[in-house]
C-alpha cells in the first residue's frame, strides 16, 4: 500500500509538472470570478460602465497562445551573441540609413527639442517594429487580460490593462484600433499602456496616432528616452577587449568606474586602441559569461533599459544604432 501510495503520488506531480502555462482545472470559472473582481476595479478608478463593458464583455476565457509567448521570449531564450546577430541584420542596418535620409526634417527637429541623438531613435523604431513594418494584430485587452490572470507577472499586466482601459475611455484610440503585441505594445514604438499615457507625443497637428504617424513615432520614442535620463553627449557604451586572467568580480551594473580606470585595468576597444578620454563613469559587462563579448556601457544604456529591462535587447538597440551611423 505504502509503495502504490508513492506511486500515485509520483504520477500526480509528473501530471502537474507537464500541464501546459496557464492550464488549470476549471479555467472559465475561475477566470470569470477573476474578470469580474477587475471589472469592479476598473469601474473604482473612474472608467465608465461603457467602456468595461464594451471592452471586456466578450472576454471568456484566457488566451493560450499569448501564455506560451510569455514563456517563450526571446530574451529569456537565446544567447545574447544570438539576439544581437537576428536583430542586427543588413537588411535592417540598410532600412534604418533610409530612414535617416527619409525624415530628416523631422528627426532634426525631434533631436533638437528632446536631445535625442536620431540614431537611436531610428535603431528603437527599427528594433521594436522593422520601422512600423510589424505592429501586431492582436486585442490588446484580451492580450493584457490573460497576462493580467497568470502568475508570473499579473500585477504589472493588470496595471497595464487598466491603463489601456482608461486610453480607451478618454477617447484617445478607438477600442477597435486597440491592437498591438501579444503582450499588449501598442503601435510602430511599441509603447505599453503606461508608457503611451505618460510618454506617446502628437508631433504632428493631427490625431495624437503612433500606428500611423512617423513623426508622433519619432517624438514619442524620443520623449521617452529624454524622460529616462537620456544623455546626447553620450553614446550607449561600446564592445571591448579584456586582457587576459581580468577579474570578472567588476562587471556588473552595479559596479561604475572612471573610463580612466578601466584603461588602467588594462581594458580596450574592440579594435585594441585605448578607451575615449573623457570624464565619464562606466560599467563593464559580460552578459553570456566568460569567454563571450564584453561591453563598457554609459548612462544611456540605463536608459534603454529603462524601456526594456532585457540586457539583450539595450546592446541590439545600441549596436544597431552605430551600424546605422556607420560607426
Known sequence: MRTLGMIMTLLITSFWWFTPPGWCAEPTKDFSAWLENLR?????????????????????????????????QPEFTQTTARYVKSRVGRERIANGRKMLDRYPTWLGRVEKKYGVQRRFIVALWGIESSYGK????????????????????????????????????????????????WSGALGQCQFMPTSFRHYAVNADGGRLD?????????????????????RDDQTWGRPVQLP??????LAGLETRLPLSRWQELGVRRINGTNLPRQDMSASLIVPDGPGGQAYLVYKNFRALLRWNRSTAFAISVGTLADRIAHQ
Open 210 to 230: 503612433i500606428w500611423s504617424s512617423v513623426p508622433d513615432v519619432l517624438a514619442s520614442t524620443a520623449n521617452f528616452l529624454a524622460h529616462a535620463g537620456w
Open 134 to 181: 510589424h505592429t501586431g494584430n492582436h486585442p490588446v485587452i484580451q492580450s493584457l487580460a490573460t497576462l493580467a490572470y497568470d502568475n508570473r507577472r499579473g500585477d504589472y499586466f493588470r496595471k497595464e490593462l487598466i491603463e489601456a482601459l482608461h486610453i480607451v475611455d478618454e477617447g484617445l484610440v478607438p477600442l477597435r484600433r486597440l491592437k498591438g503585441s
Open 40 to 72: 469592479q476595479e476598473a469601474l473604482s478608478s473612474g472608467i465608465s460602465l461603457q467602456t468595461v463593458d464594451a471592452a471586456l464583455s466578450h472576454i471568456r476565457k484566457p488566451q493560450p497562445k499569448v501564455i506560451s509567448r510569455d514563456r517563450k
Open 244 to 249: 587576459k586572467e581580468f577579474d570578472l568580480s
